[in-house]
């Protein structure tokens, strides 16, 4: 019989497996892709066997993938918004956002690289639409809003939020190629390129 006694120990030590799952998942992602990731082959990864993954991730691979995006993305929201939130201005912000994006991808590769594997390989939902359609949108919709913010206070001037925001959101999403297949890559002057130019394409 379980005692309440124990629950919260057993509660860390469940969390702590999970993570290593989804560590193990990563891992297994960055090197071979959303095709070549099963639960058999993330279970051998982390030591363990496929049933123990399943007790973790009872709904099986697909919930341990969203583990895996959900985790990437939290992560990144929490580096990089710090390095935004530190600016006082929203033209500060907004170098901020493009330099901590290109310096969290530079500096996570294997992260990105699992989370575009997932994106990318992961079936469309019913309506043929990406299920991860709406973390796509909703990165964009964060840029439109500094944009907005930025015109508002005269920092910025007359243009499209949405245009510069996806082409903004593009420039930085096609790093992940980079990352595979350049790995020595200079990602600060990337970023300083990008700031250059999309600091033109913002100014008053």
Do not use: W
């Amino acid at each position: 019989m379980r005692s309440d006694h124990f629950a919260p120990e057993r509660t860390f030590v469940d969390q702590a497996r999970r993570r290593q799952l989804v560590e193990a998942a990563i891992d297994q992602l960055a090197e071979s892709g959303y095709a070549g990731t099963s639960l058999a082959a993330i279970a051998a990864r982390a030591g363990l066997s496929k049933a123990a993954v399943l007790y973790h991730f009872t709904a099986g691979k697909d919930e341990l993938l969203r583990e895996v995006v959900t985790s990437v993305i939290a992560d990144a929201t929490v580096v990089m918004t710090a390095q935004i939130e530190t600016e006082p201005t929203v033209a500060g912000k907004f170098r901020a956002y493009i330099t901590s994006n290109v310096r969290y991808l530079a500096g996570h590769r294997r992260q990105i690289l699992a989370l575009a594997a997932v994106i990318n390989g992961a079936p469309p939902s019913a309506d043929g639409a990406s299920m991860y359609e709406p973390m796509s949108e909703k990165a964009v919709a964060d840029v439109i809003g500094l944009l907005c913010a930025g015109q508002r206070t005269g920092e910025f001037g007359s243009f499209s939020p949405q245009v510069v925001a996806r082409s903004l959101r593009g420039a930085i999403d096609a790093l992940e190629p980079v990352l595979r297949h350049d790995p020595g890559a200079d990602l600060d002057a990337y970023a300083a390129e990008l700031v250059a130019i999309f600091e033109k394409v913002v100014a008053p």
